[in-house]
């Protein structure tokens, strides 16, 4: 900052007053109370004093005429030149110009807004105007105060520190001055290149670059394109992926359904066989029934002969008793006519005189007659018991005949059970038999594929063993080789390499350039060689000869002599001939030792060394991860002679069993795994379980019903017995006669009761006797009646049977035809042949039906309709696969997945390392910032410097604050408070102190009589300080003693064309102030 | 080869496949990607200057010679750029389309493609499932294209069988992946014995990028791989296999030629000293991965920075790596010794390291550790 121009009006004591400063020194002179510390006031004023501010009434010019303004002009940084103007009072006014040349200006702000302005412009820690802090009235700072001290506040300075500020401007300002100065130059260049880095991917304000060479840019773009490739691949994928699960799932649904239609055919298959045995059974049942109720018919025909023979037979034997009953009815009714003709004799007897006598006769014959009655009676009596004993005996052979012929049905049936029972768990012990070879054979098979597993296991363990047993012998082999040949280290071929390159440039030294001329004064044979290149022979004569060589020229002359000329210092051949030696010494022998022909060729054979070395340890290591890798598998060995016992073990569960017939069982049965197997054999178990115990019913049923029978036989026979006794008590044929017997005992009963009442009759008197005759009579006549009408009922009974025996041979006749037609073997044996046809068709598991059938076979058309569908899906779904890649698309996406983690990885790194540079940008400020802070130690150097140079070293260090606080200064070895220096001494380092700040913000700073105190001695030493400072900064001096600070020379005011000089301007002030007239006069007075 | 067996070849054949044309390699700077993406027509030049040494009587190409149905013309261009220079009129050359470049309307095998008119009379695309050609009097070669970029069929099964009279050579050619690859059943899967089942001498097969014979010898089906390497991890590759056919029915003997230029290596380096010795091998014809996992202190993280720029090159000089893929998010530096700074360091800087140093310590200063770097660097670098 600079101070270019000051305009002054109605301000105190001055009533106008203009100057213009000069970049340098500006030592404004004039007497006192001319009015310098005014426009000193002025300067402070314009700049930090708010111009509606009150403390503006001191500024009231001491007339009282005329509003207080000043105009001041200044240069912040070059071609930034502003103007402010103030008018203080109550029509207070601000205004801020700006310019860049000084002339032109414009309003950059006004009112309080100048203020706010200023203090930015100035950064004299001053906060603008309605901040938080800033003071009342005429604000000073710390750098306010240093800069613009006013008089009588010299060591003002010593009071102040960056602390009070009301902002931190000053501070900010200060910090950036001195650690400039602090600043390393190595820091400096670190920071600078480390800035540059950081600006390759950041703007000045820590955001990501934007433009097209911004690495963000460039990555982003990139992760942008494979993101969005690695999206489209992902898509595809994702489909692929999701239509490859639906087909597989397709695919398990189909075999699932595959499966599903399978065993709805193996049940339809069952089932119809089960059908087609019931229905053949149900036809040859049929066909046996009818044989069955063929033969009945015709044992029917035949019984019903038999019996009819039988019925006429007993037919014949009624006749013939009904002929004797008919003979014995007429002769009873003879008799009975007879009794009643002797009745009605009796009655005319009796009524004649010998009745009495004839009563007695009567009595008699009437007992005679009662006793052969009775007698008759009883024998009557016994034979109806004995025909009644026959009866019974006959209906017990009959009941226990039929029991017996339905024992022996239930027998037959029974037994027809058992039979089939037995065929049966015959059946199922077959089929037990069949699923245990199938399930030892799929244990076999099992057994054999872990065998071939673990062969194959072992095999490949022996491989990899087998392979790095090769490898490790490849490696001894190439390293065998490579200890056969002697080559030299990496280090050691270096140093020879190096050896070679210093002996090629010694060597080169030499290459000084030679030219050698031989004029011959006769003849001479002279044999020349170049460098070591071949020599080369010249007879000379008169003419001579020329040579040139780099370095060497052997001159051989005949047999006289041989003479070189080497080019270069001694020096520099002393140092071939040492590295030739060693090159002799060091690279020859390895050489040898290697018989390599170069130093190149012999860094191949070392390169190709470390390559061999290299691919022995890879053989190495590859043996050694084949170790592992074998060492790491199961024990295939322990495995394999298990398996084998596992085998061998399966193998002889197996036996005999003939596999082919095992595996044709076990397609069949359609049983792939063990697990089938043994559910198929657990179900048999149960079937046969069930079978087993029916059968076991079955028998104790037949053992029963066996039991039973005999029992029967048994009791039949005995009843027969009992039959054929009791039947041989009774003549004739039983049922024939107890008709008979029967009615004798009817007609014996009739007439004991006839005889008794004769008795009777006979007894009571002979009038009862008339009576009793006559009653006897009509009893004789109702007798005979009866009789007669027995033997009548008898003639009719057997002219019924004559009858019935004539409808019975009829019968008879042509049953007999009848049966002659019929042919009951021929039945039988059909019986037998049917029986016979049925027991091969046996009853099946199951009775299906027509409609379980065709529930079943709709239940296989379902199924096969699913099963389509599914097919058609999985066409379907092969056909989307076809469209979005498979195998492709995972290629794709898995190249896509990868490029972009690689780009990702790449942002990563990018991020790191521009995060790394801006940190460390970030630490390397901070940390200076930090240094830098303490202004006092950055400061603190110069001022004791300079101070002690005044003082003659009387005083040592500043001890300054971090924010410039003065705390003391050392003096004699102690630390001494600045209030305790003389008033002169603390004006000096006061100013020296103002001095090296305005230095180091190469900023004005004003001196208002300040040095007043000082000696001549140093004053002048303070002069020259002044005026060297004066060349880098702005420096105003008010004082009324200009000799202190100007050459006698530069007393003159500055002339107008010397003003742009910087140096030294001398500013008389009493030629540009005028005074007001006030003032005037008092000065005057 | 003895030389009886040469006398008694009836037929020799160059097989490769998998050129992938065209295939970007974006993990790779720009510069290294153009390094690879040339180096892809390059070794096809090598391959069809490998068939003129041998005087081959065809070549066969089973398949992803481009790496897209629709490569940029500049691909196709060249690949017709060399066909040309080449005029074999007695050496058919086979292109089969494979699962990269699938035979489809809009791929370079459309009849109206530019590069399918431009291809010559002696270079013959597989654009027909029942393609037949007959190579000579004793040989014939059958192929089937590939029409999607996935399929379940086996091409090799749509070959036809050997009739029982045929005494024939017979060569197939298809693109895919047999099934003893697991996972694969969407890539056109091959069953591993379609050479037998098909009768055929010899079964050229592309897919797989790594040389692959298998067995039975008397008709191997065999992939030649990748010419050159297309991503790390890759064997065998950089091959192509010259097959030469015995009179007399006797099995084909297979030859593996290299014709890459390209090597691709995976290296990890644990310590400066491995670093070290990387860098004395010849990388110049290398595609080197290298990966870093090593703690260093300031010095020798200064020298690891030297030996990667001697790896990689800059804007003035070559690398010794042919092309470098660089790893080093396990380099780290070891902010515990900071003796590489210079003990006369002004204090403002030794501030700046101290303060640096202390908050590297941290897990997470990797910031700070890496601006430690940088200090020392720059400080190196500035001093007079």
């Known amino acids: ?1085 | 080869m003895r030389p009886e067996e040469a006398q008694e070849v009836a037929l020799k054949i160059l097989h490769t496949a998998d050129w992938h044309l065209g295939r970007g390699f974006p993990s790779f700077a720009e510069e290294d990607e153009i390094k690879l993406t040339r180096a892809r027509i390059d070794a096809v030049d090598r391959l069809l200057g490998l068939a003129e040494s041998f005087a081959v009587n065809a070549v066969l190409c089973a398949g992803d010679l481009f790496d897209d149905p629709a490569p940029t013309e500049i691909w196709w261009r060249e690949l017709l750029r060399l066909f040309e220079r080449r005029n074999w009129r007695d050496r058919p050359v086979f292109l089969l389309p494979g699962n990269h470049d699938p035979l489809q309307p809009e791929s370079v095998w459309a009849e109206g493609h530019p590069f399918r008119r431009g291809l010559p009379a002696w270079v013959h695309v597989v654009d027909r499932d029942n393609f037949e050609f007959p190579l000579s009097e004793e040989a014939v070669l059958y192929g089937a294209p590939c029409r999607s970029q996935a399929g379940a069929d086996d091409l090799a099964s749509r070959l036809p069988r050997r009739e029982p009279d045929d005494r024939r050579i017979r060569i197939g050619l298809v693109h895919g992946q047999t099934f003893d690859v697991a996972g694969h059943q969407t890539n056109f899967p091959i069953a591993l014995d379609a050479a037998e089942q098909r009768g055929l001498s010899y079964l050229a097969i592309g897919d797989t990028h790594a040389f692959r014979e298998l067995p039975p010898k008397a008709c191997p089906a065999v992939y030649p791989g990748a010419p050159e390497t297309t991503t790390f991890g890759e064997k065998d590759t950089g091959f192509v296999a010259v097959v030469f056919f015995p009179r007399q029915g006797r099995p084909p003997i297979i030859q593996k030629h290299p014709v890459s230029r390209w090597r691709w290596r995976d290296e990890h380096c644990r310590g400066i000293e491995e670093l070290e010795a990387l860098c004395k091998q010849d990388l110049k014809e290398c595609v080197l991965r290298l990966t870093l996992t090593m703690e260093v202190n300031v010095t020798q993280m200064d020298r690891v920075e030297a030996i990667l720029v001697e790896l990689k090159g800059n804007d003035a000089t070559h690398g010794k790596a042919g092309v470098l893929l660089l790893d080093r998010t396990g380099l780290e530096l070891n902010t515990a010794d900071t003796g590489g700074f210079d003990a006369n360091l002004p204090d403002v800087l030794k501030s700046v390291a101290a303060r640096l140093q202390a908050q590297g310590q941290a897990p997470e200063g990797v910031i700070a550790r890496r601006a430690l770097y940088h200090l020392y660097r720059t400080v190196k670098e500035a001093r007079p």
């Not at chain 1, 990868?898 to 790449?906: D, G, N, P, S, V």
């Not at chain 1, 790191?912 to 930090?930: C, G, H, I, M, P």
């Not at chain 1, 300079?946 to 040592?956: H, S, V």
């Not at chain 1, 700073?1005 to 004066?1030: F, G, K, N, P, Y």
Request: hydrophobic share 40%; net charge negative; charged share 30%.
């Open chain 1, 1 to 1085: 900052m600079k101070l270019l121009s000051l305009k002054v009006e109605h301000f105190r004591c001055v009533r106008q007053a203009a100057l213009e400063f000069g970049p340098g020194l500006n030592v404004l002179h004039g007497p006192n109370d001319l009015g310098k510390s005014s426009l000193a006031a002025a300067i402070r004023a314009v700049l930090l004093l708010q111009a509606s501010s009150r403390e503006h009434e001191e500024f009231v010019n001491w007339n009282g005429t005329g509003v207080p303004y000043v105009e001041l002009a200044f240069e912040s940084e070059p071609q930034r030149i502003w103007r402010v103007r103030k008018t203080f009072g109550s029509a207070a006014q601000s205004f801020l110009d700006e310019s860049r040349d000084g002339v032109d200006f414009h309003v950059e702000a006004k009112g309080r807004d100048v203020d706010g302005r200023l203090s930015d412009i100035l950064q004299w820690g001053l906060a603008p105007p309605g901040g938080k802090g800033r003071p009342k009235g005429l604000p000073m700072t710390f750098l306010s105060t240093a800069l613009l001290a006013e008089q009588d506040r010299v060591a003002a300075i010593f009071d102040q520190a960056l602390s009070k500020d009301s902002d931190e401007s000053g501070k900010k300002r200060l910090i950036a001055a001195l650690q400039a100065v602090a600043e390393d130059p190595l820091y400096k260049l670190v920071l600078a290149r480390v800035q540059e880095r950081f600006d390759e991917a950041f703007t000045s304000n820590g955001g990501r670059r934007r433009g097209k060479n911004s690495p963000w840019v460039q990555v982003n773009e990139q992760i942008r394109q494979k993101e969005e490739y690695e999206r489209q691949c992902s898509e595809q994928l994702q489909k692929t992926a999701a239509i490859e699960i639906e087909l597989q799932e397709s695919h398990r649904r189909q075999l699932e359904r595959q499966a599903s239609v399978e065993t709805a055919e193996g049940i339809v298959q069952q089932m119809e066989a089960f059908y087609r045995a019931g229905r053949q059974r149900d036809e040859i049942l049929g066909r046996l029934k009818e044989s069955k109720a063929r033969l009945a018919e015709i044992s029917s025909v035949l019984q019903d002969l038999a019996q009819a023979e039988e019925r006429r037979h007993a037919i014949l034997l009624q006749v013939d008793d009904l002929g004797k009953r008919a003979e014995a009815a007429r002769k009873l009714a003879a008799g009975a006519a007879q009794r009643a003709q002797a009745a009605k004799d009796e009655v005319a007897r009796q009524q004649s005189e010998d009745r009495i006598r004839e009563s007695l006769l009567k009595r008699t014959s009437i007992e005679k007659r009662r006793a052969e009655l009775e007698a008759e009676q009883a024998r009557n009596a016994t034979a109806l018991d004995r025909i009644q004993a026959v009866e019974t005996a006959a209906a017990r052979v009959r009941a226990i005949e039929k029991e017996s012929q339905e024992l022996t049905q239930s027998v037959k049936d029974l037994e027809e059970r058992h039979s089939q029972s037995a065929q049966a768990l015959s059946a199922a012990g077959e089929r037990e038999r069949g699923l245990r070879a199938v399930a030892q054979l799929i244990r076999c098979r099992a057994a054999r594929e872990s065998l071939e597993k673990t062969e194959k296991g072992l095999a490949q363990v022996n491989v990899w063993r087998e392979e790095a047993a090769r490898r490790r012998a490849a490696a001894v082999a190439m390293e065998t080789a490579l200890v056969a040949v002697a080559l030299p280290s990496a280090a050691l071929l270096a140093d020879l390499r190096q050896l070679d390159q210093q002996l090629q440039i010694a060597r080169a030294r030499l290459d000084v350039g030679l030219h050698v001329s031989i004029r011959p004064k006769g003849g001479l044979s002279v044999t020349l060689q170049s460098d070591g290149e071949e020599p080369a022979q010249h007879d000379l004569a008169d003419f001579p000869i020329e040579a040139t060589a780099s370095r060497e020229i052997v001159i051989e002359i005949e047999d006289v002599a041989e003479i070189t000329l080497s080019g270069g210092a001694q020096i520099a051949r002393d140092e071939v001939e040492r590295l030739q030696k060693r090159w002799l010494d060091e690279v020859e022998p390895a050489l040898e030792r290697a018989n390599a022909v170069t130093l190149d060729h012999l860094g191949r054979m070392v390169a190709e060394a470390a390559q061999r070395s290299q691919e022995v340890q890879e053989a190495r290591r590859a043996a050694g991860q084949l170790e592992q890798r074998a060492a790491d598998q199961p024990d295939w060995a322990g495995q394999q002679r298990h398996r084998q016992q596992e085998l061998a073990s399966a193998e002889a569960a197996l036996g005999q069993a003939d596999r082919a017939v095992t595996e044709k069982l076990a397609r069949e049965l359609r049983v792939a795994d063990l697990g089938a197997a043994e559910k198929r054999l657990e179900t048999l178990r149960v079937e046969t379980g069930k079978l087993v115990e029916a059968s076991r019913k079955l028998d104790s049923e037949l053992a029963a019903a066996n039991a039973l029978s005999v029992e029967k036989q048994k009791a039949l026979a005995a009843s027969r017995e009992a039959l054929l006794a009791a039947q041989s008590g009774v003549e004739g044929d039983w049922e024939v006669v107890l008709p008979r017997v029967t009615g004798r005992k009817t007609a014996i009963q009739a007439e004991l009761i006839v005889v008794q009442k004769e008795m009777e009759a006979l007894t009571t008197g002979t009038n009862q006797a008339l009576t009793a005759a006559k009653k006897a009579l009509e009893i004789a006549e109702r007798a005979r009646v009866a009789a007669e009408s027995e033997s009548a009922k008898a003639a009719d009974e057997l002219r019924a049977a004559e009858r019935r025996v004539a409808t019975s041979d009829g019968e008879l006749a042509m049953r007999r035809e009848a049966a002659a037609k019929l042919d009951i073997g021929a039945a039988r044996a059909t019986v037998e042949q049917v029986e016979g046809e049925l027991r091969l068709v046996p009853e099946p598991q199951q009775r299906v039906t027509e409609e379980m059938l065709a529930e079943a076979r709709a239940h296989v058309q379902s199924a096969r309709d699913e099963l389509r569908r599914i097919d058609d899906e999985i066409q379907a779904k092969r056909g989307a696969l076809q469209h979005v890649g498979g195998e492709v698309a995972k290629q794709k996406a898995d190249a896509a997945q990868e490029a972009l983690k690689a780009a990702r990885e790449r942002e990563h790194f990018l991020e790191t390392d521009y995060a790394a540079w801006d940190l460390l940008r970030t630490t390397l400020l901070d940390a200076e910032r930090e240094e830098g802070v303490h202004l006092g130690r950055a400061l603190g150097d110069p001022i004791a410097r300079r101070f002690g140079e005044l003082t003659d070293r009387r005083y040592g260090a500043i001890a300054l604050g971090p924010d410039l606080e003065t705390h003391a200064i050392t003096a004699a070895g102690d630390a001494r408070p600045v209030s305790s220096l003389s008033v002169g001494t603390r004006d000096q380092l006061s100013t020296i102190f103002r001095l090296s700040l305005a230095e180091q913000l190469q900023s004005t700073v004003m001196l208002d009589d300040q040095l007043t105190q000082s000696d001549a001695e140093r004053m002048l030493w303070l002069r020259d300080l002044i005026r060297e400072l004066a060349a880098t900064i702005q420096i105003l001096v008010f004082t009324c003693r200009p000799t202190d600070y100007l050459l006698p020379a530069e007393m003159k005011p500055t002339k107008k064309s010397e003003q742009n000089k910087p140096s030294v301007r001398s500013i008389h002030l009493a030629q540009v102030i005028e005074r007001s007239a006030t003032a005037q006069a008092s000065a005057t007075k």
